[in-house]
């Protein structure tokens, strides 16, 4: 295993589009995370998952998101009607424990 | 709530120098972790460096090591022998009460040859 990857790197998309992002955490990783960066800002954290139940949600996490993590092993971000504000790049983390969080690449959204 | 504060937007250091990163943090809660990550241009985000609140000694890797200060409220990274390759946005963060990481705003880091 080689790490956490993210699917697709790069999303161009139209504004009332809807995308889907992929993220397949490390293995023997029980917990995962989402989080948001636009550009000159640190990471804000958007939701996280232990095995396939979504424990916390952020403010930041409107209607138009929302993550799934079926069998507790790959997780999916959707967002509904993009809208220009989307824009960022949707970083995926996992973690064996309430510990290290090893990120992926990250998937960079544009809307426009 | 927590918040964490870095307050150098940008940094320079020649290679083979020393450069400490500045952060401050707010947190009620009273057992915590803090960490500094660094994002190289274009690619993941790694650790560098952990600390555990409860824990007095200031931790070390290799070149890296922070100077943790709990009253104050301080966590700043000291990199020693500045190589390029540390050249990367230091992101300062902390992890306490709940599952997520609450990042700083980062600091840009450019190593000078």
């Known amino acids: 295993d080689t790490g956490v990857s993210q699917d697709p790197r790069h999303k161009i998309t139209k504004r009332g589009q809807n995308v889907t992002f992929r993220c397949d955490p490390i293995?023997?990783?029980?917990?995962l995370y989402w989080y948001r960066q636009t550009l000159g800002q640190g990471p804000e954290f958007l939701t996280y998952f232990q095995n396939e139940a979504q424990l916390e949600k952020s403010r930041l996490l409107s209607d138009r998101f929302s993550a799934e993590r079926p069998k507790g092993s790959f997780s999916t971000l959707e967002i509904q009607r993009t809208e220009q504000g989307d824009s960022a790049m949707y970083l995926c983390?996992?973690?064996?424990?309430?510990?290290?969080?090893?990120f992926g690449p990250g998937t960079r959204l544009t809307v426009l | 709530a927590q918040t964490v504060t870095q307050s150098q937007p940008e940094m320079s250091v020649q290679e083979a120098e020393t450069v400490t990163l500045s952060c401050t943090y707010d947190t009620s809660e009273s057992d915590y972790y803090l960490f500094w990550y660094k994002q190289p241009p274009s690619r993941q985000m790694i650790l560098v460096i952990r600390?555990?609140?409860?824990?007095?000694q200031n931790a070390t890797e290799n070149r890296f090591s922070v100077n943790f200060q709990k009253a104050a409220k301080s966590f700043s990274l000291k990199i020693s022998d500045s190589q390029l390759g540390d050249a990367a946005m230091y992101f300062c963060l902390t992890q306490g009460g709940s599952e997520k990481l609450v990042f700083g705003k980062g600091t840009k880091l450019t190593v000078n040859p």
């Open positions: 600390q555990e609140a409860y824990k007095q």
């Open positions: 293995s023997e990783h029980n917990r």
């Open positions: 983390a996992s973690s064996p424990s309430h510990d290290e969080q090893f």
